[in-house]
């Protein structure tokens, strides 16, 4: 995906890598103490870029991988930092790193969602406020398994005979 980090990745290793890098001052907890880890990107935006990200763990490996990007100098009453502005940016990089073939999708309650699914992976990206634009990561083939095993639990629950 990003940093050395892969769909699929054991647990331990994730936490291993993460200190890793963050010996060698890459990431930082994120702010507020809360559970993200803290990436800065200097020289790739026209400004400060924030990436906060932290896995959803399925089996002890990585399924799902959500990202916060935002301006580090975003405030309410600058425009010119807000999440609108940042997406195009976000998926001009992601075009060049994860290839060019990003569809859009006019989702109900998301609005744009530009997605791209190759093999197995699932990347959405879209604007979640005002200050944020969030991507996911997805382990399609996890998350198959996932829906199946809850209609197959939804089946029983209505059917307990079974």
């Known amino acids: 995906m990003f940093l050395g980090f892969y769909l699929g990745m054991p647990q331990k290793d994730f936490f ?6 963050n010996k060698q001052q890459k990431i930082t907890q994120g702010p507020g103490g809360s559970t993200n880890v803290e990436y800065r990107i200097v ?16 089996d002890e490996k990585i ?9 580090v100098a975003w405030a309410p009453w600058n425009k010119h930092y807000w999440a609108e502005s940042l997406l195009p940016k976000v998926l001009e990089k992601y075009k060049l790193t994860y290839g060019d073939d990003f569809e859009l999708l006019n989702h109900p309650t998301q609005g744009k969602v530009y997605y791209k699914i190759d093999g197995k992976r699932r990347i959405n ?5 005002e ?18 095993e809850f209609e197959k639990s939804q089946s029983q629950e209505q059917n307990p005979s079974n």
């Not at 291993?16 to 890098?21: I, Q, R, S, Y």
């Not at 020289?43 to 399925?58: A, G, L």
């Not at 990206?125 to 406020?129: A, H, S």
């Open 43 to 58: 020289d790739e935006y026209d400004s400060e870029v924030s990436m906060r990200f932290f896995p959803t763990f399925i």
């Open 16 to 21: 291993d890598h993460c200190t890793e890098l």
């Open 63 to 71: 399924y799902e991988m959500p990202v916060l990007y935002s301006y």
């Open 125 to 129: 990206l879209f604007v979640k406020d």
């Open 131 to 148: 200050q944020f634009v969030q991507a996911v990561f997805t382990d399609l083939k996890v998350e198959k398994r996932l829906k199946e």
